[in-house]
């Protein structure tokens, strides 16, 4: 059995998950890194993006994330996320509508539309259809 340490995923409104792991992979605002057991400290600047998670028996769970931070100890990993919802949550029927209202709002070439915000909830919308479409293929 690999080594395992706690994980953690704390999102504004709700405890997402609290688990033992053996690894995992995280969208860092520089590209994807990993982290195993046993890590040297440290604190990374997470972009939106998937993150992925392995347990001790090496299933893979699946998460949106919206960006945030993560904290590495010694056997504990922190991720304090501005959003995060695992892929068996996400609600492709709402993704699909804000992905339409974003791609709108980007289309209309109004001047009152905050563009940068629009692109942001595209990206949003993207990442979690794109992470519960990998959820579909497993099942």
């Not at 999102?11 to 033992?20: S, T």
């Not at 998460?63 to 590495?72: P, Y």
């Not at 922190?78 to 892929?87: F, G, N, Q, R, Y």
Request: charged letters at 25%.
């Amino acid at each position: 059995m690999p080594p395992l340490y706690d994980l953690t995923i704390l999102a504004p409104d709700r405890e997402v998950c609290r688990q033992r792991i053996s690894s995992l992979v995280a969208p860092g605002v520089d590209g994807y890194f990993g982290v195993l057991a046993r890590h040297a400290p440290m604190v990374a600047a997470l972009a939106a993006g998937e993150l992925s998670l392995a347990d001790e028996q090496g299933r893979r769970r699946f998460f949106a994330l919206g960006g945030g931070f993560l904290e590495v100890a010694w056997d504990e990993v922190t991720i304090l996320a501005d959003a995060a919802e695992p892929a068996v949550e996400i609600d492709v029927a709402r993704a699909h509508v804000a992905e339409g209202r974003a791609r709108q709002r980007l289309a209309s070439h109004d001047p009152h539309v905050d563009v940068a915000r629009a692109e942001a909830a595209l990206r949003r919308a993207l990442n979690r259809l794109r992470i519960a479409e990998k959820r579909q293929q497993r099942t």
